[in-house]
């Protein structure tokens, strides 16, 4: 009996973990009116509204005025920089700053810059001239007193939310006449500002069964952005293992990233840490859903904050403490020379480690570690779990129980990676904790013998092969069941080998399970597979199980594996055992009677004796006399020699002289 057909791509897609918007569903992204989990500002040159003019080239001064607007309280001082361009304060400048009293320190290299503000100026900034603001209520009003009192407009910019402002002096004659504002006004001339970001959204799953956060930034396409590269500083708090930033961006895209702490990250495009050697980010989707499901399938249930950004050249994310967010549970505490160090920023970027249900593997690739210089050695906790090292790769394999590795946290496994690094000629070591997230599906392995160690994908026929199925499960392990089990091979029908935890068909037997630990379930069974007389022997095999829970919830897992005949030969696929044999006996026979024919012709050939070796008889004259029968000759048409000449002297006296023919 074949196995029982289901809709392949809702299985999949259940299964497997894929993100599918159906996963985001129960989290609908709503601003954050609390107190937010982050502070973010990034770098643009884009203003709300703004203008330009070449009306003030014909005044004594150029004049720029900056409108800030604020959405919140202004957490911090507004820092505004103003320089010339060219290198020299040439003619002289007035800056106009409305920000509705905020605090502000202004710089700026030229001594008579003239300032009107009605900001609270902190103690650094210059000495200039500060004069009265304008008591104005509108833009209009604005642009109005500034064209009375200075005779032209080199440049306006409405701001919202800035946290600092790049001012560059300088007039193009190129400018329109007049300065008309304009909405969405790309001020990159003469102004750079990085703003606060107060659009933040946040969700949670409404079956959350944990408080891990995510945080997403979704830079947002722009065509025409000339934009490839951004520079992104991360700042949060030392113990923030269970939280994950999600940074998503066009596939062409690379982030410079300046970490200050320890935090899962899952980047697109490409990356590279403090300027090292750049690394392949990995595939992200590109819609608000499917990157909330992304979150979801690594088991972060809590969207902390999603922001959705224009593309920039430098990004600021602080990330606060989180009431809601746990610490995980670690037997051993993380013990590091200082929060900040550069393994750990290395490291948690790279993320090297990678668990299955019952092993933890680790692989470095050393022109990786090249921020980190001249690593000698890596272990994990428990030191004498030493990596294999070469030219290029450090390599580490262990089971969870071994090693050091605690299994308290939900779905993972916690260790360390102690790093030896030379300093002042002796080894520091350096800890770098970490968790190892355990996949939630169905593994399946296939083993020669019973004592199930080193699995293999070889198939032996006629031979017993054993089955282990196992998966995690922290929430009901005992609820998790074993559904069935099937060989599919091609040109063949499928073969049903387990169904309901018990045996089906000739050969097949279910073994008793070791007992699981830690939400571990695992299943175990024997088979022989046998091909009928006669039957054609595929080349492959797919091993198929199916696991899972009294709700339905089904896991899937498929193994491939090569089927090898014992009794052919490993490299002859063409002929069976009978056609082999065959092939030997008609060798043999054809040669016997080559060299039975061989003997009847030497034995009837005449001038051959019986009774003489060939040896003797290739000694024997080559005119030899048959007086006894004289007809032979006549028989045969030859004429009987005359009697022999007598036998001329040797010229030299050592017999015939050489002949060449």
Same mark, same amino acid.
């Given at each position: 009996?074949?196995?029982?057909?289901?809709?392949?791509?809702? +299985?999949?897609?259940?299964?497997?973990?894929?993100?599918?918007?159906?996963?985001?569903?129960?989290?609908?992204?709503?601003?954050?009116?609390?107190?937010?989990?982050?502070?973010?500002?990034?770098?643009?040159?884009?203003?709300?509204?703004?203008?330009? %003019?070449?009306?003030? !080239?014909?005044?004594?001064?150029?004049?720029?005025?900056?409108?800030?607007?604020?959405?919140?309280?202004?957490?911090?001082?507004?820092?505004?920089?103003?320089?010339?361009?060219?290198?020299?304060?040439?003619?002289?400048?007035?800056?106009?700053?409305?920000?509705?009293?905020?605090?502000?320190?202004?710089?700026?290299?030229?001594?008579?810059?003239?300032?009107?503000?009605?900001?609270?100026?902190?103690?650094?900034?210059?000495?200039?001239?500060?004069?009265?603001?304008?008591?104005?209520?509108?833009?209009?009003?604005?642009?109005?007193?500034?064209?009375?009192?200075?005779?032209?407009?080199?440049?306006?910019?409405?701001?919202?939310?800035?946290?600092? &402002?790049?001012?560059? +002096?300088?007039?193009?004659?190129?400018?329109?006449?007049?300065?008309?504002?304009?909405?969405?006004?790309?001020?990159?001339?003469?102004?750079?500002?990085?703003?606060?970001?107060?659009?933040?959204?946040?969700?949670?799953?409404?079956?959350?069964?944990?408080?891990?956060?995510?945080?997403?930034?979704?830079?947002?396409?722009?065509?025409?952005?000339?934009?490839?590269?951004?520079?992104?500083?991360?700042?949060?708090?030392?113990?923030?293992?269970?939280? !994950?930033?999600?940074?998503?961006?066009?596939?062409?895209?690379?982030?410079?990233?300046?970490? !200050?702490?320890?935090?899962?990250?899952?980047?697109?495009?490409?990356?590279?840490?403090?300027?090292?050697?750049?690394?392949?980010?990995?595939?992200?989707?590109?819609?608000?859903?499917?990157?909330?499901?992304?979150?979801?399938?690594?088991?972060?249930?809590?969207?902390?904050?999603?922001?959705?950004?224009?593309?920039?050249?430098?990004?600021?994310?602080?990330?606060?403490?989180?009431?809601? &967010?746990?610490?995980?549970?670690?037997?051993?505490?993380?013990?590091?020379?200082?929060?900040?160090?550069?393994?750990?920023?290395?490291?948690?970027?790279?993320?090297?480690?990678?668990?299955?249900?019952?092993? !933890?593997?680790?692989?470095?690739?050393?022109?990786?570690?090249?921020?980190?210089? $001249?690593?000698?050695?890596?272990?994990?906790?428990?030191?004498?779990?030493?990596?294999?090292?070469?030219?290029?790769?450090?390599?580490?394999?262990?089971?969870?129980?071994?090693?050091?590795?605690?299994?308290?946290?939900?779905?993972?496994?916690?260790?360390?990676?102690?790093? %030896?690094?030379?300093?002042?000629?002796?080894?520091?070591?350096?800890?770098?904790?970490?968790?190892?997230?355990?996949?939630?599906? +169905?593994?399946?392995?296939?083993?020669?013998?019973? $004592?199930?160690?080193?699995?293999?994908?070889?198939?032996?026929?006629?031979?017993?092969?054993? &089955?282990?199925?196992?998966?995690?499960?922290?929430?009901?392990?005992?609820?998790?069941?074993?559904?069935?089990?099937?060989?599919?091979?091609?040109?063949?029908?499928?073969?049903?080998?387990?169904?309901?935890?018990?045996?089906?068909?000739?050969?097949?037997?279910?073994?008793?399970?070791?007992?699981?630990?830690?939400?571990?379930?695992?299943?175990?069974?024997?088979?022989?597979?046998?091909?009928?007389?006669?039957?054609?022997?595929?080349?492959?095999?797919?091993?198929?199980?199916?696991?899972?829970?009294?709700?339905?919830?089904?896991?899937?897992? $498929?193994?491939?594996?090569?089927?090898?005949?014992?009794?052919?030969?490993?490299?002859?696929?063409?002929?069976?055992?009978?056609? &082999?044999?065959?092939?030997?006996?008609?060798?043999?026979?054809?040669?016997?009677? +080559?060299?039975?024919?061989?003997?009847?012709?030497?034995?009837?050939?005449?001038?051959?004796?019986?009774?003489?070796?060939?040896?003797?008889?290739?000694?024997?004259?080559?005119?030899?006399?048959?007086?006894?029968?004289?007809?032979?000759?006549?028989?045969?048409?030859?004429?009987?020699?005359?009697?022999?000449?007598?036998?001329?002297?040797?010229?030299?006296?050592?017999?015939?002289?050489?002949?060449?023919?």
């Amino acid at each position: 009996m074949g196995p029982r057909s289901v809709p392949l791509l809702p +299985l999949l897609l259940a299964l497997l973990g894929r993100p599918d918007p159906g996963r985001a569903e129960g989290c609908d992204l709503q601003p954050v009116t609390a107190k937010p989990p982050i502070t973010l500002s990034y770098a643009t040159s884009t203003v709300p509204r703004g203008c330009v %003019s070449n009306s003030s !080239m014909a005044t004594g001064h150029e004049v720029h005025v900056l409108s800030v607007k604020w959405s919140k309280d202004f957490p911090v001082p507004l820092v505004v920089t103003v320089t010339p361009r060219a290198g020299a304060c040439s003619r002289p400048a007035v800056l106009i700053l409305l920000c509705s009293r905020c605090s502000a320190n202004i710089t700026s290299p030229c001594s008579d810059l003239i300032i009107h503000t009605d900001a609270h100026l902190s103690p650094e900034t210059i000495r200039a001239p500060n004069r009265e603001p304008p008591m104005v209520s509108s833009e209009g009003q604005l642009l109005a007193w500034v064209l009375d009192t200075y005779g032209g407009i080199t440049s306006y910019s409405e701001l919202q939310d800035p946290r600092k &402002v790049q001012l560059y +002096l300088g007039e193009d004659a190129y400018s329109p006449p007049d300065c008309i504002p304009q909405e969405h006004f790309n001020a990159i001339l003469h102004l750079e500002t990085e703003v606060f970001f107060h659009g933040v959204k946040g969700c949670s799953r409404s079956d959350a069964q944990n408080t891990r956060a995510a945080h997403i930034i979704h830079l947002q396409p722009e065509p025409s952005s000339p934009i490839t590269e951004v520079n992104l500083t991360l700042t949060c708090p030392q113990n923030s293992v269970n939280q !994950m930033l999600i940074l998503q961006s066009k596939v062409n895209f690379t982030w410079s990233l300046s970490l !200050m702490c320890n935090m899962q990250l899952l980047i697109s495009g490409s990356y590279k840490i403090f300027s090292s050697v750049l690394l392949p980010g990995c595939l992200l989707p590109d819609t608000e859903q499917d990157l909330i499901a992304k979150a979801f399938e690594k088991n972060y249930s809590v969207i902390a904050s999603y922001s959705a950004i224009p593309a920039s050249t430098h990004i600021s994310l602080e990330i606060h403490g989180h009431e809601t &967010v746990e610490t995980p549970v670690t037997t051993t505490p993380l013990v590091t020379s200082k929060s900040l160090d550069l393994p750990h920023q290395v490291l948690f970027t790279l993320k090297p480690w990678k668990c299955t249900d019952e092993t !933890m593997e680790i692989v470095i690739v050393r022109s990786h570690l090249g921020p980190i210089k $001249d690593v000698v050695n890596i272990t994990l906790r428990d030191i004498s779990c030493q990596a294999e090292k070469n030219a290029t790769h450090f390599m580490l394999k262990s089971p969870l129980s071994h090693c050091g590795t605690s299994l308290e946290g939900r779905g993972y496994a916690n260790n360390e990676l102690i790093l %030896s690094l030379p300093k002042d000629a002796v080894l520091q070591s350096v800890r770098v904790g970490f968790q190892c997230e355990i996949p939630r599906e +169905l593994f399946l392995r296939l083993f020669p013998t019973a $004592d199930f160690k080193a699995p293999q994908t070889e198939l032996e026929i006629n031979k017993e092969a054993f &089955v282990q199925a196992s998966m995690r499960w922290m929430d009901h392990p005992a609820d998790l069941q074993l559904k069935e089990c099937w060989l599919a091979a091609s040109g063949r029908e499928p073969v049903l080998l387990v169904q309901g935890g018990e045996a089906r068909g000739a050969g097949v037997a279910v073994l008793e399970s070791p007992t699981g630990t830690h939400g571990r379930k695992v299943w175990r069974f024997r088979f022989t597979y046998t091909i009928p007389e006669g039957g054609h022997m595929p080349f492959s095999a797919t091993l198929k199980c199916k696991a899972g829970l009294q709700n339905d919830t089904i896991f899937e897992k $498929d193994l491939k594996v090569t089927v090898k005949d014992a009794w052919r030969a490993l490299n002859y696929r063409g002929l069976g055992l009978a056609a &082999v044999l065959g092939i030997t006996f008609g060798a043999f026979l054809i040669g016997a009677l +080559l060299t039975a024919g061989l003997w009847y012709i030497y034995s009837h050939t005449p001038g051959f004796q019986h009774g003489a070796s060939l040896g003797e008889q290739q000694h024997q004259p080559q005119h030899r006399q048959h007086p006894e029968h004289p007809l032979l000759h006549q028989q045969h048409g030859l004429t009987p020699p005359g009697p022999p000449e007598p036998a001329q002297p040797p010229a030299n006296g050592l017999g015939d002289s050489p002949q060449c023919h």
